[in-house]
């Protein structure tokens, strides 16, 4: 589930104008019971604002750093819940590929996979250990 790195959701819209439909959606899919269950201590906060303002979704990862999706309102229809929640997963993907353990990861060059040869002395001996011990 992509809301696992994720700390803080805030949405901010106005009820009364078309152009938050799609912070209410994403309103809709963060509290689902399978999305709540990747991420039980999430907070989400939402503004709904007194009078017109232009719709704002911002996204506080738990390595602190932020992601906000804003818009004016002529573009709102271009903008999705599912747009949201993909640049989410792509962002928790990354985070999980930092968080990997040197040996799993693979090295990419400029035509694919690199050879062997252009792995780190200390890489090659602590993968060597760590196959030997399984």
């Known amino acids: 589930m992509p809301l696992r790195h994720v700390q ?18 994403l309103l809709r899919r963060v509290n689902a019971a399978k999305m709540l269950q990747s991420n039980p201590k999430i907070e989400i906060k939402c503004d709904i604002a007194p009078g017109p303002v232009t719709p704002l979704v911002t996204v506080t990862y738990v390595d602190d750093t932020h992601e906000s999706f804003g818009i004016a309102p ?42 062997d040869d252009h792995f780190p ?14």
């Open 8 to 25: 803080r959701i805030g949405v901010q819209f106005y009820s009364f104008d078309n152009s938050g439909r799609f912070c209410r959606e």
């Open 74 to 115: 002529a573009y709102a229809p271009r903008t999705s819940a599912q747009h949201i929640l993909d640049a989410i997963s792509v962002k928790a993907q990354t985070m999980e590929l930092s968080e990997a353990e040197p040996w799993k990861s693979i090295e990419f060059g400029r035509w694919g996979p690199t050879t």
């Open 121 to 134: 002395a200390a890489l090659k001996k602590a993968l060597a250990q760590k196959v030997s011990s399984e």
